[in-house]
């Protein structure tokens, strides 16, 4: 049985991605590095420090510190959420959904607790989650399950028994990983991608979930 819903953050609960990506071409410019938004795609559900080590390796610079970088990619990104986030459609419901049948909620999420903090600040949604963990805490980034037994664990759980909603494919690899049940909802074109089929369940939208799809998950 199901006894507790964890959900991702970034492009899940929270249109965030592009904020991450405008963040990260302003200051990576600073640096002589020009990302592309296909540059993006593979960093999606990595930490911040995972991705300017990737880039430092790549192209190395000597202006700044990878530190430097990394906060300042923060710092932007947190006036990025403060004027521009918005929460993803049916967020709203699917947490009145889980509290209903009076499930605890967590999130757990790549993005450090700063940006976390932000969000959750800025969608109003804090008091409902039990459990706020984010991956900064942990030695891998997903798709390494660290974030999501780590979440089991504070929850006091088999992560057997825990329902994960994900957006990105790093992410539900971390959560098949931390053999937890699955919901993944990719974005626009990326629903029609084969390697999302992994997960229990797929849908285009938190909004389509429904009760028919929580009993079939909930055997």
Same mark, same amino acid.
């Given at each position: ?88 459609? &049916?967020?709203?419901?699917?947490? $009145?959904? @889980?509290?209903?049948?009076? /499930?605890? %909620? ?81 974005? &626009?074109?990326?629903?029609?991608? $084969?390697? @999302?089929?992994?997960?229990? /369940?797929? %849908? ?16």
């Amino acid at each position: 049985m199901i006894q507790a819903i964890i959900f991702d953050m970034d492009g899940l609960l929270v249109d965030s991605e592009p904020l991450w990506r405008e963040a990260e071409k302003i200051v990576f410019k600073t640096v002589d590095i020009h990302l592309s938004d296909p540059d993006f795609e593979h960093f999606v559900g990595f930490k911040i420090n995972e991705v300017v080590d990737f880039w430092y390796n790549h192209k190395p610079w000597k202006n700044k510190s990878k530190s430097d970088v990394e906060n300042e990619i923060l710092d932007e990104l947190e006036f990025l959420i403060d004027t521009q986030a918005v929460a993803k459609p &049916g967020v709203e419901q699917i947490i $009145t959904f @889980f509290k209903n049948k009076k /499930l605890p %909620l967590a999130i757990a999420s790549s993005s450090p607790m700063v940006i976390i903090s932000s969000v959750v600040k800025k969608l109003e949604i804090a008091h409902h989650f039990k459990t706020i963990h984010s991956a900064e805490t942990e030695k891998y980034g997903k798709p390494h399950p660290a974030v999501y037994l780590a979440a089991t664990r504070q929850l006091n759980l088999n992560p057997a028994n825990c329902l994960v909603f994900e957006d990105s494919f790093n992410g539900l690899i971390s959560a098949k990983a931390a053999r937890t049940k699955t919901v993944s909802v990719p974005e &626009g074109d990326a629903f029609n991608q $084969t390697r @999302f089929d992994i997960a229990d /369940l797929k %849908l285009r939208s938190l909004l389509d979930f429904t009760e028919e799809h929580w009993n079939k998950l909930n055997k």
